[in-house]
């Protein structure tokens, strides 16, 4: 009880104080074997997460790389963090945050950030539209029954650094944010003294404020799949 405290609190603190790069617009694809992913926080075999796109962030500067997809309803992101190579209890984790819908300069309903910290399992769901300025207008809501996030050390099978580093892993429900080709879309993950980010301009010593999502990147489906996936499933 006390560490997922601990966690929820940090979460608080944070949000007060293809092949792409950075900051371009990262783009999604569809992938057909998710579904293989095991969800504990490393890169579990070497083809684990064949067929997403790869971002590669800040090459030669603290690597981090994302991979991200698509399948079945669902977003699938790996976030290997590849120099981050000791281990800070909660204050090694990351934050993934969608825009919804029209972006807006205060975090509305329609914005949503998932986070897990390292070496746990239990993944917490931030959600926009609070009153309160000191929450930079988020609010602590009850995880999606489908929603799965880990956080752990990624080493022997990873496809980029065999030493062992933190890696963080999720599975997102796309119903709770909404079925579109675009969002909003930020990053940010800390290695418990720096906080590295996308859009980079964020990035900094730890800890750091999530921004306005009028600030964030972007995230595309350039083929519409994932549109077109809630019109098949409407369809039947």
């Avoid at 999606?144 to 996030?149: E, G, R, S, T, Y």
């Avoid at 009028?214 to 595309?220: D, E, R, S, Y």
């Avoid at 350039?222 to 019109?231: E, G």
Wanted: net charge negative; glycine share 10%.
């Amino acid at each position: 009880m006390k560490g997922i405290l601990g966690i929820i609190t940090l979460c608080m603190i944070i949000l007060l104080s293809g092949e792409a790069y950075a900051d371009e617009p990262i783009k999604i694809t569809l992938a057909n074997k998710l579904h293989e992913t095991q969800f504990d926080g490393k890169w579990t075999f070497n083809a684990e997460w064949k067929g997403t796109s790869e971002v590669k962030m800040y090459d030669g500067d603290g690597g981090l790389v994302l991979r991200i997809a698509h399948m079945d309803g669902f977003f699938y992101i790996l976030i290997d963090y590849l120099t981050d190579t000791t281990y800070h209890h909660i204050a090694d984790m990351a934050i993934v945050c969608f825009d919804g819908f029209d972006t807006s300069t205060m975090a509305d309903e329609s914005d949503w950030c998932y986070t897990v910290s390292r070496e746990s399992g239990n993944g917490h769901t931030l959600r926009g539209g609070s009153p309160l300025y000191q929450t930079s207008h988020f609010n602590l809501v009850k995880n999606h029954p489908d929603f799965v996030a880990h956080g752990g050390t990624s080493g022997k099978n990873d496809r980029y650094v065999l030493t062992p580093h933190a890696a963080y892993e999720f599975r997102i429900p796309i119903e709770q944010i909404g079925f579109q080709d675009e969002y909003g879309f930020f990053i940010q993950v800390s290695d418990g003294n720096d906080v590295k980010t996308y859009p980079k301009e964020f990035s900094g010593k730890f800890p750091q404020k999530i921004p306005s999502p009028a600030k964030w990147g972007k995230l595309i489906s350039p083929d519409h799949s994932i549109s077109d996936w809630l019109k098949s499933i409407s369809s039947k």
